[in-house]
């Protein structure tokens, strides 16, 4: 079982960057496919980014690529997304998320075994 804990989310204007950080308990987290999704209020739980256990292939939501990059430290447990160009539309909370055992990613929230409590992203126009 591995836990995760975001981190980094806060009040930014738009244009601005934020940096996430998701930190991961246990010794095995280079097993694990790494997501992150956001929820709006009153909305489902769309999927951001994700990258596989290694690190090698990455994959964006077609309303953050090129703006947003997803990288992952396996020697630290951290699995970071680096968000640029914020829009006021980017506004939720931002969840990371870990699939065990895995090595592909996925796009889909129930694929996903374990998510972190979350962190609050806040884009002001």
């Known amino acids: 079982q591995v836990q995760l804990v975001e981190s980094g989310g806060g009040l930014v204007q738009a244009g601005g960057s934020l940096r996430l950080s998701c930190a991961a308990s246990?010794?095995?987290?280079?097993?694990?496919?790494m997501g992150w999704f956001r929820q709006a209020p009153g909305r489902q739980r769309d999927f951001v980014a994700a990258?596989?256990?290694?690190?090698?292939?990455?994959l964006y939501a077609d309303s953050v690529k090129g703006r947003f990059t997803i990288s992952r430290d396996n020697a630290k447990n951290t699995v970071s997304l680096q968000m640029n160009s914020l829009k006021p539309e980017d506004t939720a909370v931002y969840y990371c998320a870990a699939k065990k055992d895995s090595s592909v990613y996925y796009s889909s929230p129930t694929r996903y075994d374990y998510w972190g409590q979350g962190t609050q992203v806040t884009v002001s126009s």
């Open positions: 246990g010794r095995t987290f280079s097993r694990y496919a």
């Open positions: 990258i596989t256990r290694s690190g090698n292939s990455t």
